[in-house]
C-alpha cells in the first residue's frame, strides 16, 4: 500500500474518533450541567451559584474531549502539551492562589449556606448584619453603620456565629428584692413575665435565687425571645411595676 495511502486513512481513521468523542463530550457535558444544576436546585442553592457550578461542570467535560481529540491527532507530542497545560496551570494557580481561595470559598458559602442575607453573624471580633455574599468577599454592615469585608477565606478557618440563627435566643436580668417580711417566690416573678409581650412561652422562662445577704433576695431571671433587646426591656418595666421596691436590671 503506498505511503500516501496509507496517511490518508490514518488521519481518516483519527478523524472519525475524534468526531464521536467531540459528540460525546458534548452529549456527556450537557448531561453533567444539567444533572448538577439539579443537585444544587435541590439543596436550595442561590441561582447564580447553581448556574455558575453547572457551567464549570460543562466546560470541564468538553476541555477534556478537546484533550482527548489532541491526543488522537499529536500522539507523541501529547505528552508535551500536557506538560505545558500542567506547568501554565500550575504557575497560574501559584499567582491567584489567594484569589482562587475566596472564590471556592464563596461557592462553598452561597452552596452549603451557613448563613444567609440578612442574617447577623460575628466573625473575627466584628459583628453585622450580612449586606451581600459575592463569590470573593461578604459583605457586613455594624450597628454603629461601619461596613466590614470578608474575604470568604476567613469562614472556613475561623469560628463564625450566626447570632440570627434560631428564631428566638436567650437574654437573663437580675432581680433584687426585700425577702424580710415576704418572701415573693419563683411563681410570683414567672406570672408576672407571662404578661410581657416578646417573651416565648416556650422554653419557660428559668427563676434562679442566687444569693440572700442583708434581708435581700437576689434572683437571676432567664428567658427566651425573638427581639431579645425590647423584650429585656418590656421585662424590666414589668416587674419594676409588679416590685416597686426591687431593683431590677440587665444579666
Do not use: C
Amino acid at each position: 500500500m503506498p505511503v500516501e495511502s496509507a496517511l490518508v486513512i490514518d488521519y481518516a481513521t483519527r478523524t472519525v474518533w475524534a468526531l464521536l468523542i467531540v459528540v460525546a463530550a458534548l452529549l456527556i457535558a450537557r448531561g453533567v450541567r444539567r444533572t448538577t444544576m439539579r443537585m444544587l436546585a435541590r439543596s436550595r442553592a442561590q441561582a447564580n451559584v447553581t448556574i455558575l457550578l453547572g457551567n464549570l461542570a460543562q466546560v470541564l467535560v468538553i476541555v477534556l474531549g478537546i484533550l482527548g481529540v489532541l491526543a488522537i491527532y499529536t500522539r507523541d507530542a501529547f505528552g508535551w502539551i500536557l506538560t505545558s497545560f500542567s506547568v501554565i496551570g500550575l504557575v497560574v494557580g501559584l499567582s491567584l492562589q489567594d484569589i482562587l481561595k475566596n472564590f471556592f470559598a464563596g461557592v462553598w458559602v452561597l452552596v452549603e449556606r451557613p448563613f444567609r442575607i440578612g442574617d447577623t453573624i460575628s466573625v473575627m471580633g466584628d459583628t453585622g448584619v450580612v449586606e451581600e455574599i459575592a463569590f470573593r468577599t461578604t459583605m457586613l454592615k455594624t450597628p454603629d453603620g461601619r461596613e466590614v469585608i470578608v474575604p470568604n477565606a476567613v469562614f472556613m478557618t475561623s469560628a463564625v456565629t450566626n447570632v440570627t440563627r434560631f428564631p428566638t435566643r436567650r437574654a437573663s436580668i437580675w432581680l433584687i428584692v426585700d425577702d424580710r417580711e415576704k418572701p415573693i417566690g419563683s411563681d410570683a416573678i414567672r406570672e408576672e413575665l407571662a404578661r410581657v409581650q416578646g417573651i416565648a412561652p416556650e422554653p419557660k422562662p428559668t427563676i434562679e435565687l442566687r444569693s440572700v445577704g442583708d434581708g435581700k433576695a437576689h434572683y437571676l431571671v432567664g428567658f427566651w425571645a425573638s427581639d431579645r433587646d425590647a423584650a429585656a426591656s418590656e421585662a424590666v418595666g414589668a416587674l419594676r411595676a409588679r416590685f416597686p421596691q426591687g431593683e431590677v436590671h440587665g444579666g
